[in-house]
């Protein structure tokens, strides 16, 4: 299968197309289509990662692939960029967070159902393998009362402010603890932030939004059975899993995530932008 590429800003493209095509990670699938933000970020991706074919319009790729990567930097721009191929039925794998606004996400996704199009969208923190361990000593401390996920985030970001990195805390969260959050605060300083999840149960999460000199991601819960912390070490290929991932999807055209584990992550992170503006606590709105 060929695959292309939408987005050569970040260091994602660069990955994926060196596991598949460089090192050969991934077999059956060869990425042959890149269009960057810039000339100069399509060809530095093209040049490590043997991409063999650099486009200066996305458009270009209609027809002569067989599965898409959206890899923007802000996602704003992920839906627009994904729909031309969704509409011909492509299997597109779009890198978090999904979409800005839920309303549009969810919209974008009837399309994909429409047409038949598998699509799915995700970070890879929560299958790096210190996160599975994680959630195998979730099991053990009995019922979650109380938790708290660590890592950098920059709320004025501006590649979508909380969304950027917020995005990775959020999912983790929600993988951990649940999808069934009702409202969301934020409190912040001049620099860093708490973001704060409200439970149908009365559990509460904590996300700490921190601006500068996080090293990294970690987790904490609180049972009836017992506490457990766990620093979220990256695997050495840690873009790996989510390549094998989404590429098992391409193939097989099976959706590893329900749509409602796609769209979560957003509502959640819209309600907290709410939340920082207002400096209260917001609902996190349903899609109808």
């Known amino acids: 299968m060929i695959i292309g590429i939408i987005g050569a800003e970040n260091s994602h493209a ?3 197309a060196k596991a598949i095509n460089v090192e050969g990670k991934v077999k059956g699938f060869t990425v042959g289509y890149i269009w960057g933000e810039t000339a100069e970020f ?3 991706a093209a040049e490590l990662g043997k991409i063999p074919n650099v486009v200066s319009d996305p458009s270009k790729m209609l027809g002569k692939v067989d599965a898409i990567v959206v890899d923007h930097r802000h996602g704003q721009y ?3 960029a994904a729909l031309p191929f969704v509409k011909q039925g492509s299997p597109v794998f779009i890198d978090k967070p999904l979409c800005c606004r839920a309303k549009d996400g969810a919209e974008f996704l009837k399309i994909a159902h429409n047409f ?3 699509v799915t969208s995700f970070g890879v923190v929560p299958l ?3 996160f599975i361990n994680f959630m195998r000593k979730l099991e053990k ?3 979650i009362y109380s938790g708290a996920v660590y890592g950098p985030c920059d709320i004025k970001s501006p590649y979508g402010g909380v969304f950027f990195y917020g995005i990775h805390q959020v999912e983790m969260a929600l993988h951990a603890f649940g999808y069934d959050v009702e409202k969301v605060l934020v409190v912040k300083n001049d620099k860093n932030a708490i973001g704060q999840l409200f439970y149908k149960n009365g559990k509460t999460i904590v996300l700490n939004l921190i601006e500068s000199g996080c090293s990294g991601f ?3 819960a ?3 059975k017992g506490n457990i912390h766990e620093v979220i070490s990256f695997d050495k290929e840690m873009f790996l899993p989510g390549i094998k991932k989404f590429t098992a999807m391409f193939k097989s055209k099976v959706e590893p995530l329900s749509y409602q584990q796609i769209l979560k992550p957003v509502q959640v992170l819209e309600a907290m932008e709410k939340s920082i503006k207002s400096g209260k606590s917001e609902k996190v709105q349903r899609i109808k």
């Open 141 to 143: 401390i009995g019922n």
């Open 218 to 220: 970690s987790i904490t």
């Open 128 to 130: 790096q393998r210190s």
């Open 222 to 224: 609180a049972g009836d």
């Open 14 to 16: 660069t990955a994926i």
């Open 78 to 80: 992920h839906l627009k």
């Open 42 to 44: 399509a060809q530095k």
């Open 116 to 118: 038949k199009a598998p």
